[in-house]
């Protein structure tokens, strides 16, 4: 039996059977849904999967066969979609360690370009040879270039950096893994008024961890798209590295909270990894 929740917990699932075909997805829309360079799903029989909590989850179709699913409180994304009488799983989502590991990335095609592969699993421009599911276009990316612009997955909220980055991380603690239902959250991080907000603001929620000093996950209400971070009370902005459309000047530096590491990711980079968290 396997078990996911979403960051507040008000969204929970079990389901029956081992989960199928685990892989690393780059396209545009998981980039922007999750708010990280790749999401990883898998596929779980649609015979014995429960999901608790299914009035709170928001629902914004990304194809007419893909309706992606989100905790409309902490904007967790959840499972919802069926296809094919199977469920798309966001495997950061798991408590549980599922046994089966990823076995290919897909839609590289759509892959950023500061973000390198650096395992061995076989690369698939899009699907997986043999599923023949339509491939849809990328979302479009303004035409202009002018500096380093991002948009939830709607695009509703826009948002540009402007200022100069401290740093940029990949975070593996527990609360990111659920919080971006992804291997861990890869973040930008800034003096606060580096960036700026220009649409969609009145868009933004946000959700804080109650235990918690700091954490708090911010996104856009009507697609869960993942969104830059003010944090006045220590004078930053974490911007979600998967919710930029132009490059975005910079790229992850380090690994932290590897000692929370999900059982099912390997870390294949040669970026230095630290068991905890690292001082700004
Ligand atoms: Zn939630
Ligand atoms: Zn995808
Ligand atoms: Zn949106």
Redesign the pocket.
């Known amino acids: 039996m396997q078990h996911g929740r979403c960051l507040c917990g008000d969204v929970e699932w079990t389901a029956e059977g081992p989960l199928e075909r685990m892989t690393h ?7 922007k849904a999750h708010g990280t360079p790749f ?1 990883t ?1 898998a596929f779980a029989p649609g015979a014995g999967f429960r999901l608790r909590g299914a009035e709170n989850v928001t629902r914004y179709a990304t194809s007419p066969a893909f309706v992606r699913g989100f905790c409309g409180r902490c904007g967790s994304v959840v499972p919802s979609a069926a296809l094919d009488g199977r469920l798309a799983v966001p495997i950061g989502s798991l408590t549980t360690d599922p046994g089966v590991r990823p076995v290919a990335h ?2 590289v095609a759509s892959k950023l370009p500061w973000y390198e592969i650096t395992d061995g699993l076989p690369q698939h421009a899009t699907f997986e040879p043999g599923d023949d599911a339509p491939v849809l276009d990328d979302l479009p990316v303004p035409p202009v270039p002018r500096g380093r612009r991002g948009s939830c997955l709607c695009g509703e909220v826009r948002f540009v950096l402007e200022g100069t980055p401290v740093t940029a991380r990949n975070c593996h603690c527990s609360r990111c893994r659920l919080a971006r239902s992804a291997a861990h959250a890869a973040n930008v991080i800034a003096p606060q008024d580096a960036v700026r907000i220009t649409q969609g603001a009145d868009q933004v929620a946000s959700y804080k961890i109650p235990d918690a000093r700091f954490f708090t996950q911010t996104f856009c209400r009507t697609c869960g798209g993942k969104v830059p971070r003010h944090d006045a009370g220590r004078g930053i902005v974490v911007t979600p590295l998967g919710a930029f459309d132009d490059a975005p000047g910079t790229r992850p530096e380090m690994h932290i909270f590897v000692a929370s590491k999900a059982p099912w990711f390997a870390i294949t980079d040669d970026l230095p990894q630290h068991a905890a968290g690292v001082p700004l």
């Open positions: 997805c780059h396209c545009s829309r998981c980039r999401a799903y897909v839609f």
